[in-house]
């Protein structure tokens, strides 16, 4: 296995990865559930120690070897630096001539302020798209103007540098990743497949991100307590596990001997 990943054991989560979408087919069956809804697999990182520091809302990006947004049905809004209502036709023009694939909405930070200032219309843009990228320099205005409920989803928006003429290939990129956020406890929730990947996709995401995560973790493994493979319902299945130090249980033990004596 990867250097950066000493003692995790691939077997282990190939294992945990058959059982869990074996779990999702088998509750979609006893509820015949004939729309078989897509669901999000998540990987969960238990720390040892809480990293320390300001938290940082701005998503870390984490390529996948499979997009969890490029599927059939898939569909991504778009929000776009204006000014009153001015480059909110320009950005769909945009969009439509560049083809920009799964993009189907286009909103101007000027709506964004008016449309959707009551809660209710903000919970259902929410759950009307299934990614959400914005021009990076409007990124610091979203949170209030979006609210509660992106965060509590993690479907706040992507930056994407929108000043370049290539929109293309900026959302693309947005696309083929998963994004960490850091947060003020000891764990790290990340989406990392679906419930529509095969065994050998949903694996080699978990691999690939769990790689990448680490290199924005404090102490990166050593840091690292446990990883779970979980959907928004089921149970963690755990993929690692680290023993307790054997070693310093010993010596705590002879220690203890030395005073009795």
Same mark, same amino acid.
């Not at 947004?69 to 000014?83: M, N, R, S, T």
């Not at 694939?101 to 929410?126: M, N, W």
């Not at 779970?228 to 680290?242: C, D, F, H, M, W």
């Given at each position: 296995?990867?250097?950066?990943?000493?003692?995790?054991?691939?077997?282990?989560?190939?294992?945990?990865?058959?059982?869990? !979408?074996?779990?999702?087919?088998?509750?979609?069956?006893?509820?015949?559930?004939?729309?078989?809804?897509?669901?999000?697999?998540?990987?969960?990182?238990?720390?040892?120690?809480?990293?320390?520091?300001?938290?940082?809302?701005?998503?870390?990006? !984490?390529?996948?070897?499979?997009?969890?947004?490029?599927?059939?049905?898939?569909?991504?809004?778009?929000?776009?630096?204006?000014?009153?209502?001015?480059? &909110?036709?320009?950005?769909?023009?945009?969009?439509?001539? *560049?083809?920009?694939?799964?993009?189907?909405?286009?909103?101007?930070?000027?709506?964004?302020?008016?449309?959707?200032?009551? &809660?209710?219309?903000?919970?259902?843009?929410?759950?009307?798209?299934?990614?959400?990228?914005?021009?990076?320099?409007?990124?610091?205005?979203?949170?209030?103007?979006?609210?509660?409920?992106?965060?509590?989803?993690?479907?706040?928006?992507?930056?994407?540098? !929108?000043?370049? =003429?290539?929109?293309?290939? *900026?959302?693309?990129?947005?696309?083929?990743?998963?994004?960490?956020?850091? =947060?003020?406890?000891?764990?790290?929730?990340?989406?990392?497949?679906?419930?529509?990947?095969?065994?050998?996709?949903?694996?080699?995401?978990?691999?690939?991100?769990?790689?990448?995560?680490?290199?924005?973790?404090?102490?990166?493994?050593?840091?690292? *307590?446990?990883?779970?493979?979980?959907?928004?319902?089921?149970?963690?299945?755990?993929?690692?596990?680290?023993?307790?130090?054997?070693?310093?249980?010993?010596?705590?033990?002879?220690?203890?001997?030395?005073?009795?004596?």
């Amino acid at each position: 296995m990867s250097s950066s990943l000493p003692g995790f054991q691939v077997d282990q989560a190939k294992k945990a990865v058959a059982a869990l !979408l074996k779990y999702i087919g088998k509750q979609h069956e006893d509820a015949n559930d004939l729309l078989e809804e897509d669901e999000m697999i998540y990987l969960l990182i238990a720390l040892k120690k809480i990293p320390q520091g300001p938290r940082k809302d701005k998503p870390i990006r !984490l390529p996948v070897p499979h997009s969890l947004y490029d599927f059939d049905g898939a569909e991504v809004c778009l929000i776009v630096k204006d000014h009153k209502g001015e480059g &909110h036709k320009a950005a769909k023009e945009r969009v439509k001539q *560049q083809q920009i694939a799964k993009v189907s909405k286009v909103i101007g930070l000027s709506k964004l302020k008016t449309k959707y200032e009551p &809660h209710e219309a903000k919970r259902q843009l929410c759950g009307a798209y299934d990614l959400f990228v914005a021009d990076e320099r409007i990124i610091p205005s979203l949170p209030k103007l979006l609210g509660k409920t992106f965060f509590k989803k993690k479907k706040q928006p992507i930056p994407v540098d !929108l000043r370049g =003429s290539d929109w293309a290939a *900026q959302i693309q990129k947005a696309r083929n990743a998963t994004y960490m956020y850091t =947060s003020a406890g000891s764990s790290i929730n990340i989406r990392v497949a679906r419930s529509s990947f095969t065994d050998k996709q949903c694996l080699e995401n978990v691999v690939k991100v769990l790689a990448e995560a680490m290199k924005h973790i404090p102490k990166k493994w050593a840091n690292v *307590q446990a990883v779970y493979l979980k959907t928004a319902e089921s149970v963690s299945l755990p993929i690692y596990q680290q023993l307790p130090d054997q070693t310093l249980r010993i010596k705590g033990a002879k220690a203890a001997q030395v005073e009795a004596t």
